[in-house]
């Protein structure tokens, strides 16, 4: 008994070498839309073929020919996720030999979204911009008791983006636009032991000891091109496109994974994490004097999602294979209206599903990312000629779905034989409430 439980220790260290917590893959995965407070209160429908103000920048910058004179949008969006996670641990086969009940609530962290725009319209066809504000955020942490964070026990990635850009009427009916994305981006990704383990010949690890840690840093450039198409006074269609960043998270690493001596010992090293490619296809169609109705349809290409790879220039061997993702592509569909109920005051709502950027097999603890209904309203006022203000609000309705880990994949099956399997369901819903001032010269 004795001899098979020190090697099961043994080929659990070595496991862990090639291994990272399910926490470092789910961080790409959660993707924002929140970009202002006026699309917030239609769910984003339309948007890559509306032009309220500066911020139309960010989700089509053809729209910037729609704009007159110089202005300027600024603003933040509260974000109140409430994501909890319930399930039971399976460890009779694992070092701990613990099994039971465990559930962390509430571990998704708040935040506020801010952003900033400035259109310039140079001429009747030229006009640029520039935007200031984030695609990519997500942080967790799950409860220090949750007794399984050895497959991921923190989270977080965050994204920061500069556009600076360009767009060009080429007929009356056509505009076309682009930009440069400069992106920065910060992440980390922690697993620890959920109790005492003895590990024989290794000798013992007290709860709460770092498995595996990662935290790094990059900036990279990405381009945006977007394309406006007037078909008459009350329709119109816009087509945009993000391309695909590639970050490499630069700091360090530690953890019993990569020294079991010392755990708390730093490696320097790199993770790549990929923002993948986005695209939007919407429409405006102004139905009275008053009312309006608008639609979008996004794609974002999670399938390049297939694995993550970690850098240790240190270790024996430095290239190390993280973790099996296998991601399928999201869409995301919206449908919205706005209704001017006088002059100064206007009323907007709208609707939109989001499909899961995963199956239930490859579902995860620390983000366990899942379908969402998203429930809108919004209004606009403007205070004077050249000052208008908006709020809009949304509820998100999270799918509950199933989790289990190990998944069946190597990465995993080093972290269940320390604390066992996992089997469980993801419950959550959010809040975003936002503000935002728009003001024309």
């Not at 043994?10 to 990272?20: C, F, H, K, P, Q």
């Amino acid at each position: 008994m004795n001899n098979n439980k020190n090697r099961l220790s043994i080929a659990v260290a070595l496991g862990l070498l090639g291994s990272v917590a399910s926490s470092s893959t789910m961080a790409a995965g959660f993707q924002l839309a929140e970009y202002s407070a006026t699309g917030l209160g239609r769910a984003y429908a339309g948007e890559a073929a509306i032009a309220d103000g500066a911020d139309t920048q960010w989700r089509n910058p053809a729209m910037l020919t729609y704009l007159e004179g110089t202005q300027i949008s600024v603003g933040g969006i509260y974000v109140n996720p409430n994501v909890d996670v319930n399930g039971y641990v399976d460890g009779s086969k694992s070092l701990t030999q613990k099994s039971g009940h465990t559930s962390s609530k509430d571990f998704a962290h708040s935040a506020v979204i801010p952003n900033f725009y400035l259109s310039h319209r140079v001429n009747e066809k030229l006009a640029l911009g520039v935007a200031l504000g984030t695609n990519y955020g997500m942080e967790t942490d799950l409860d220090d008791n949750f007794a399984a964070s050895h497959f991921g026990n923190t989270a977080s990635i965050i994204t920061k983006e500069l556009n600076l850009n360009i767009a060009y009427q080429v007929m009356p009916q056509v505009s076309i636009g682009g930009g440069v994305r400069y992106v920065m981006g910060e992440g980390h990704f922690g697993a620890k032991t959920p109790s005492n383990i003895n590990l024989g010949p290794l000798g013992n690890i007290p709860k709460g000891t770092t498995l595996k840690y990662m935290e790094g840093t990059d900036e990279a450039f990405g381009w945006q091109l977007g394309t406006a198409w007037q078909i008459n006074e009350a329709n119109r269609i816009g087509f945009t496109y993000k391309s695909k960043v590639d970050l490499s998270l630069e700091g360090h690493a530690e953890g019993f994974a990569f020294n079991p001596k010392n755990p708390t010992q730093h490696y320097s090293g790199s993770m790549a994490l990929a923002m993948p490619a986005t695209a939007e296809l919407a429409s405006f169609h102004q139905l009275t004097d008053t009312i309006a109705i608008h639609a979008s349809f996004n794609w974002t290409d999670w399938s390049s999602f297939e694995k993550l790879e970690a850098n240790i220039p240190s270790l024996s061997t430095p290239v190390q294979d993280i973790k099996e993702e296998h991601w399928e592509d999201n869409y995301r569909l919206a449908i919205g209206g706005t209704y001017q109920l006088d002059q100064k005051l206007t009323l907007r709502s709208g609707i939109a599903y989001d499909t899961s950027a995963v199956s239930d097999k490859n579902r995860t603890i620390t983000i366990p990312e899942t379908d969402r209904l998203w429930l809108s309203i919004g209004a606009g006022y403007d205070w004077s000629k050249n000052l208008s203000l908006d709020a809009g609000f949304t509820y998100i309705v999270a799918k509950d779905a199933p989790i289990t880990e190990s998944r069946g994949y190597e990465s995993d099956d080093a972290a269940q034989a320390i604390g066992g399997q996992f089997t469980g369901e993801t419950t959550g819903n959010v809040w975003l409430v936002g503000v935002q001032a728009n003001y024309r010269f």
